[in-house]
C-alpha cells in the first residue's frame, strides 16, 4: 500500500457507501415526507407559532440529555405496555419538528406522549418552576430562570404560578411565567400520537 | 520484503544520520505541535470541571441551579463539545501531525499559518461553549455548537487538514507505515463528517427523522473514523518505538485498516434501535457493529504479538503503560460496542448510564490514555528536556486509571440496573429507575474528581516541561531502572 491514488480512492470510496447508505437515502426518502389526513385534518398536526418557539427552549436548555421522543415497537420493547404511548413513533411522526430530539437517555421519562399523561398547562408550570413539588424523589433540575417573582400589584395576576412548600415565593409576591416558558409549554403540550397513520396501527391492548 | 520492513519501521534502531534529520523535523513541529497540546490540556482541565459539576447535578439537582448558563442541560453539552473538540481533538492533531512528519521524514514548512490555524481551531472552540452556556445549542448531540461557530472551527480544521495531507504528498520516497495509513484516512475522514453533518443539521436543517440518522452517522463516525484512526495509529507507532522490535504482521496491519474503514464507518444506527427509520437501515448498522470484531481482534493480535515477551517493559516506560492500556481497552470498547449493538442486549442498556460509560471507556481509557502516552514520548523531543518528575507521572497515571475504572465501574453496574427497571412491564413508577441508579451515580461524580486530579497533575508536569523546570536528566524519565541495563527501552 505504497500508492497514494490508492490509498486515497479507496479510502473515500469505502466511506462514501455509509454516506449513501446513512445520509443520502433517508434524506432522499424520508426528508420529504408529506402529512396524513384524518377526520381532524392534517395529521400530525401543524405547530402553533409558541410552540416552535418552545422547540428552541427545549433545545437551549438540553431537555434531550435525560428525554427521548420515541416509542419502540411493541415486538422489540416493553415501551407501549409501560404506557409511553398509545403506538411506536414512526417517521412521519416528525415531520413538523427541526430539530428532532429522538434522543439517547431516559435518566428522565420519554416524552413523545407527555401532552396526553399530563394536559394541564398548571402541572406543567409547576413541575418546570420546581420538579419535587409535583413529583416528589424527581433529580430534574429546577427550571426557575423562566419565571419571574414580582409583587402583587391589585388583583393577583391570572396566569400566576401555584407554588406551595418551601419554594413559596414570600407573601406579597407571586411567580409568572416568562414567555420562554409559555412557549416551552406549549410546546410539550404539543407532543402527543394519538392520531392515527396506516403504517402505524395501535397494537391489541395486552390481556391483562 | 521482511528486512525492507524492519528498516523501516519505527521500532528499528537507525543511524546517526537519522538522529540529525528527525532533530530538524523536531524542531520545524515545536510551535504548532505544543500550540495543540498546550491549549488540549487547557480545554481538558476546563471539561474536566464541567463534566465533573453536571455529574454532581445528577445527585444534587439543587447544585448551582439559578443561573441558567449552569443548568444541567447547558454544562452537559459544553463538557462533551469542550472534550470532543477542545481536547481529544486538538491534542489529536498534535500528535497526528508530529506522526505524520516523522514517518513521512519531512519537515513542517509555513508553520505559522498551521499555528494560525490552531488559534482559529481554539476559538471556534470558544466562541462555540460560549454559545452553549448563553442557550444557542441546538440540542443535537455532538454538534451542539451553534450554526455561526461551526464554520470557524470548519475553516481551522481545513488548514490543519491540508498540511497533513500535503506531507503525505510530499513524503520521502519508501514504505508507507501503517499509522500513516491512519492518519491520512483521518485527515481525509473528518472534513467530509464535520461538513455533511453541518450542512444538513445546521445551515440547511433537514426536516423530521432524518435528523437522527445523520446525527448518528457523523457521532459514532467521529468517534470510530476521526479518534480512532489516531488512537491507533500512535499505538502502532509508539508500540514498536519503546519496545524496539518490528510489528508483528504487514498483513493483519493491512485488514485491520480497511475492516475498520467498511464496517465501523455503517455502525451509526446503532444508537436509534426501535427508530422511526427502515428496518434495513437499523439492521445493516447491527450487522456492521458486529463485524467490527475483525478489525478489532485484528489489531489486538498484531499489537499483542508485537509485545509477546516484552510485557516487562510496561513496568518502566510511561509511554508504553499508558499506550497498551489505551489499546487494550480499544479492544475491551469496541467489543462490549458490538454486544451492545446485538437488540436484545441493547434493549437492556439503550436509554441508560451503561451507554455513558461504554462512551467514556472509548473516549477516556483508549483515546485520552493513547494521547497521555504519545505525549510523553513527543514533548521531551519538542522541548529538549526530560519529564522532570518520575513520581508525578506515577501519580498522572494510577489517578487517571483509578478514575476511569470506577467511574465505568459504577455507570454500566447503574445502568444495567437502570435498564431492568426500565424496561420491567410491572414497574410503573418512572423514580424507581432514578431511585435505583442514584448511588452509583454519585460514586461516578466522585470518580470525576480523581481525573480532574490527574489532569491536574499532568498540566503541571507539562508546565514544568515547558519552563524545563527540575535538574538535567541525562536518560528518559522512568517508572524504576531496569534491572540489567541491557533492558533500558527507547524511553
Not at chain 1, 101 to 124: C, E, K, V, Y
Not at chain 2, 278 to 292: C, E, K
Amino acid at each position: 500500500m505504497n500508492r497514494l491514488p490508492l490509498l486515497f480512492v479507496g479510502i473515500l470510496l469505502v466511506f462514501s457507501t455509509s454516506w449513501i447508505g446513512l445520509v443520502a437515502y433517508p434524506y432522499l426518502n424520508l426528508g420529504h415526507l408529506a402529512p396524513g389526513t384524518s377526520s381532524d385534518g392534517l395529521v400530525p398536526p401543524p405547530m402553533t407559532a409558541s410552540a416552535i418557539a418552545g422547540e428552541h427552549v427545549y433545545a437551549a436548555n438540553g431537555c434531550i440529555y435525560c428525554h427521548s421522543q420515541q416509542v419502540r415497537p411493541a415486538w422489540l420493547s416493553t415501551d407501549i405496555q409501560k404506557g409511553l404511548g398509545p403506538r411506536q413513533t414512526v417517521a412521519r411522526d416528525y415531520i413538523r419538528q427541526s430539530p428532532t430530539f429522538l434522543g439517547t437517555m431516559r435518566s428522565g421519562p420519554d416524552l413523545s406522549n407527555i401532552a396526553l399523561r399530563q394536559p394541564l398547562p398548571g402541572w406543567h408550570y409547576q413541575h418546570l418552576y420546581e420538579p419535587d413539588m409535583v413529583t416528589a424523589g424527581s433529580i430534574m433540575p429546577s427550571f426557575r430562570f423562566l419565571f419571574r417573582v414580582q409583587p402583587v400589584q391589585g388583583q393577583p395576576s391570572l396566569e400566576a404560578v401555584t407554588v406551595r412548600g418551601p419554594h413559596a415565593p414570600p407573601s406579597g409576591y407571586e411567580v409568572v411565567p416568562t414567555q420562554d416558558a409559555r412557549d416551552l409549554v406549549a410546546y410539550l403540550l404539543s407532543l402527543k400520537h394519538d392520531y392515527p397513520l396506516p403504517e402505524a396501527p395501535e397494537p391489541p391492548k395486552a390481556k391483562k | 520484503m521482511s528486512d525492507l520492513l524492519r528498516s523501516l519501521d519505527p521500532g528499528t534502531p537507525s543511524d546517526p544520520r537519522s538522529y540529525v534529520e528527525r532533530a530538524e523535523i523536531d524542531a520545524s513541529l515545536r510551535g504548532p505541535v505544543l500550540l495543540f497540546f498546550c491549549s488540549g490540556i487547557a480545554w481538558l482541565l476546563l471539561g474536566s470541571l464541567l463534566g465533573t459539576l453536571a455529574a454532581f447535578k445528577m445527585s444534587f439537582p439543587h447544585l448551582l441551579d439559578s443561573a441558567d448558563w449552569l443548568t444541567f442541560g447547558r454544562v452537559r453539552p459544553a463538557h462533551l463539545n469542550i472534550m470532543i473538540y477542545g481536547w481529544a481533538s486538538s491534542v489529536g492533531i498534535g500528535v497526528g501531525i508530529w506522526l505524520m512528519a516523522r514517518l513521512c521524514r519531512v519537515a513542517l514548512r509555513h508553520r505559522g499559518l498551521l499555528m494560525g490555524a490552531g488559534v482559529v481551531w481554539n476559538l471556534g472552540v470558544l466562541i462555540g461553549t460560549v454559545g452553549i452556556l448563553a442557550g444557542q445549542s441546538r440540542s443535537i448531540e455532538w454538534l451542539e455548537f451553534p450554526g455561526w461557530a461551526t464554520p470557524v472551527l470548519f475553516l481551522g480544521y481545513a488548514l490543519i487538514g491540508v498540511w497533513g495531507v500535503i506531507m503525505f504528498r510530499f513524503r520521502r520516497p519508501g514504505h508507507v507505515y501503517v499509522s500513516q495509513w491512519y492518519l491520512l484516512a483521518a485527515f481525509l475522514w473528518f472534513p467530509w463528517l464535520y461538513a455533511t453533518a453541518n450542512t444538513l443539521l445546521i445551515w440547511q436543517p433537514v426536516q423530521g427523522s432524518v435528523v437522527g440518522a445523520v446525527n448518528w452517522w457523523y457521532g459514532h463516525n467521529v468517534l470510530g473514523l476521526w479518534f480512532t484512526p489516531i488512537g491507533l495509529a500512535s499505538a502502532y507507532y509508539m508500540i514498536p518505538k519503546v519496545i524496539g522490535r518490528p510489528i508483528h504482521s504487514y498483513y493483519l496491519s493491512i485488514l485491520g485498516f480497511w475492516s475498520l474503514a467498511f464496517f465501523y464507518s455503517w455502525n451509526g444506527m446503532h444508537h436509534l434501535i426501535g427508530g422511526p427509520f427502515p428496518a434495513w437501515m437499523i439492521s445493516a448498522s447491527v450487522v456492521a457493529s458486529i463485524m467490527m470484531f475483525i478489525p478489532v481482534l485484528t489489531v489486538a493480535i498484531n499489537h499483542h504479538s508485537t509485545m509477546r515477551g516484552h510485557f516487562h517493559y510496561l513496568k518502566w516506560s510511561p509511554t508504553l503503560r499508558f499506550t497498551v492500556v489505551g489499546a487494550m481497552t480499544y479492544t475491551l470498547v469496541s467489543l462490549q460496542g458490538s454486544l451492545m449493538a446485538i437488540p436484545s442486549l441493547n434493549n437492556l442498556t439503550h436509554f441508560t448510564d451503561y451507554t455513558i460509560g461504554h462512551a467514556h471507556l472509548g473516549l477516556y481509557g483508549f483515546f485520552t490514555m493513547t494521547m497521555f502516552g504519545a505525549m510523553y514520548y513527543i514533548v521531551p523531543r519538542l522541548v529538549g528536556w526530560e519529564w522532570p518528575s518520575a513520581t508525578m507521572i506515577r501519580w498522572h497515571f494510577w489517578l487517571a486509571t483509578s478514575g476511569i475504572a470506577i467511574m465505568v465501574a459504577s455507570l454500566t453496574l447503574g445502568g444495567f440496573l437502570q435498564g431492568l427497571e426500565l424496561n420491567d412491564p410491572e414497574v410503573l413508577d418512572f423514580l424507581s429507575s432514578v431511585r435505583v441508579v442514584a448511588p452509583f451515580r454519585f460514586i461516578r461524580a466522585c470518580s470525576g474528581i480523581l481525573l480532574s486530579a490527574a489532569h491536574l497533575v499532568f498540566a503541571v508536569l507539562f508546565i514544568r516541561m515547558l519552563l524545563r523546570h527540575g535538574v538535567r536528566q541525562v536518560g528518559p524519565a522512568l517508572f524504576s531502572a531496569p534491572e540489567k541495563p541491557g533492558d533500558l527501552p527507547a524511553v
